[in-house]
């Protein structure tokens, strides 16, 4: 039986598959995020969070962020 790994956070590109942004659009987004989280430079941003923020369900995001 295969233990499939999920992981936590989202990056630029999971951001670009699930808006149809570009790229640097979905970085600029993503850092947006973060600041009005008041997260730091080093920290990162989780699904739950870009979720949460963008008002996207989580069911919605996760098949096209995991295939």
Known sequence: M???LQ????YPK???RITGKSY?????LMQKIKNELNKLENEFLTIEEF????GIKYEQVT????G
Do not use: G
């Not at 992981?7 to 989202?10: K, L, P, S, W």
């Not at 640097?24 to 600029?28: A, D, L, V, W, Y």
């Open 24 to 28: 640097r659009q979905s970085t600029r």
């Open 14 to 16: 999971d951001i670009q």
């Open 51 to 54: 979720c949460s923020y963008s």
């Open 63 to 66: 098949h096209l962020i995991f």
């Open 7 to 10: 992981r936590v956070c989202i």
């Open 2 to 4: 295969k233990n499939e």
